[in-house]
């Protein structure tokens, strides 16, 4: 397909440019948890646990023993080292709901950029919508993961 009107041009450069940032944060994260300094040890060992992080001052004020509690999105970074080298079976193990919805959510990004660059529209609603159905599976998810052996 052939782009010849100009806004549609216009669009086309700034939706690559958003996904040129993205995976350029995605690249620099991906080696910097990859790339050992010395002794085989990475530069650093991923994301900061928000939920951990959030639930921690909770737990300790309820003296509850929060150890061991996982996140929807724990896994996240041993899946995407796994998955650069391949190893999809390990990927899946560290976190399937993850490695099930992630390709879901890029497939469904990709076809609302593409019809944006093409339409000009953006549909704001069926987003929000998919982003909750993915927040409430991803709710679910944390909670069966924590009580059932997942």
């Given at each position: 397909m052939k782009l010849t009107d100009p806004a549609q041009k216009k669009?086309?450069?700034?939706?690559?440019?958003?996904?040129?940032?993205?995976?350029g944060i995605a690249l620099i994260y991906l080696l910097s948890v990859t790339l050992p300094i010395k002794n085989?040890?990475?530069l650093w060992y991923g994301i900061?646990?928000?939920f951990y992080k959030g639930t921690e001052y909770i737990f300790k004020l309820l003296k509850i023993n929060h150890e061991g509690i996982k996140c929807a999105g724990c896994g996240l970074s041993r899946m995407l080292i796994s998955m650069v080298k391949l190893d999809f079976v390990s990927a899946?193990?560290?976190?399937?709901f993850l490695f099930v919805t992630g390709p879901l959510l890029i497939v469904y990004l990709a076809a609302e950029n593409i019809k944006y660059i093409i339409t000009g529209k953006q549909d704001i609603g069926k987003w929000q919508i998919f982003l909750d159905v993915e927040g409430v599976l991803a709710l679910l998810y944390m909670i069966l993961r924590n009580f059932l052996p997942i």
């Open positions: 669009r086309l450069h700034s939706t690559l440019t958003s996904f040129g940032v993205l995976f085989g040890e990475p900061p646990c928000v899946f193990c560290y976190n399937p």
